[in-house]
C-alpha cells in the first residue's frame, strides 16, 4: 500500500495525479462561491482596445471601458465606462464616460460623470467637466474646469455652457 509519508513516495509522479482530475471538479465548486470576485472581475477584462497602429475616424460608442493606444478623431460616448489614452494614444474628440484617463496626448473636451485623471507623462489641451479632477506633476493642461457635484447631472444644458464660456478667457495652464 502506498502512504504519503513514506519517502519513496516522492519519485511516484503517477500517485499525484488522480487528484489532478478532481482538482477541475473543484475550481468549478470554486468559481460559485467567488461570485463577487468574478462578476468585478468582468468590468475589468470587457475592455476593448485600440492598439499602436488603429486609426480610427468618426463616433466610438459602446458599453465597455476602452484603452486607446492609437488615434481616435470624431467623438467618444461610453457614458458608464472608463477611457483610458495610452502613452501612445493621440485622441482628437470629444470624450463622454463615466472615468477618463490620460496617459497620452487629447484635443477636445471631456465629461466625466466621476473624475477625470491626468498623468504626469498626459496632455490635455480642452474643457472638463466632472466631479473630480486629478492632475500630476508633470502633466499637462490647458483649457476650462467645471466641477459637478453628483446630483447636478440633471442641468448639464445651458448652465455648463455658460459655465465653460466663462473659463475659457481665463484658460489654465498646468505645465511642470
Not at 513514506?6 to 489532478?20: D, I, L
Not at 485600440?50 to 460616448?77: C, F, H, P, Q, R
Not at 473624475?115 to 507623462?121: K, T
Not at 442641468?155 to 498646468?174: F, H, I, Q
Request: net charge positive; proline share 10%; no cysteine.
Amino acid at each position: 500500500m502506498w502512504k504519503p509519508n513514506q519517502p519513496n513516495s516522492s519519485p511516484q509522479p503517477p500517485s499525484p495525479e488522480p487528484p489532478r482530475p478532481a482538482a477541475p471538479h473543484t475550481p468549478s465548486f470554486e468559481p460559485a462561491a467567488r461570485t463577487p470576485t468574478t462578476a468585478a472581475q468582468p468590468a475589468s477584462s470587457d475592455q476593448a482596445t485600440i492598439g499602436k497602429s488603429l486609426v480610427v475616424k468618426g463616433e466610438v460608442t459602446g458599453s465597455e471601458s476602452l484603452y486607446i493606444d492609437g488615434k481616435v478623431e470624431g467623438a467618444i460616448n461610453l457614458p458608464g465606462n472608463r477611457v483610458t489614452v495610452g502613452r501612445n494614444g493621440q485622441v482628437a474628440a470629444n470624450i463622454t464616460a463615466r472615468e477618463i484617463v490620460v496617459l497620452g496626448k487629447v484635443r477636445g473636451n471631456v465629461t466625466a460623470s466621476d473624475r477625470v485623471d491626468i498623468r504626469s507623462e498626459g496632455s490635455l489641451t480642452g474643457d472638463v467637466t466632472a466631479q473630480r479632477i486629478s492632475i500630476e506633476d508633470g502633466a499637462f493642461f490647458k483649457g476650462g474646469i467645471d466641477i459637478r457635484k453628483p446630483g447636478s447631472n440633471d442641468g448639464k444644458g445651458a448652465n455648463s455652457v455658460a459655465a465653460a464660456e466663462s473659463t475659457k478667457p481665463s484658460a489654465v495652464t498646468a505645465q511642470a
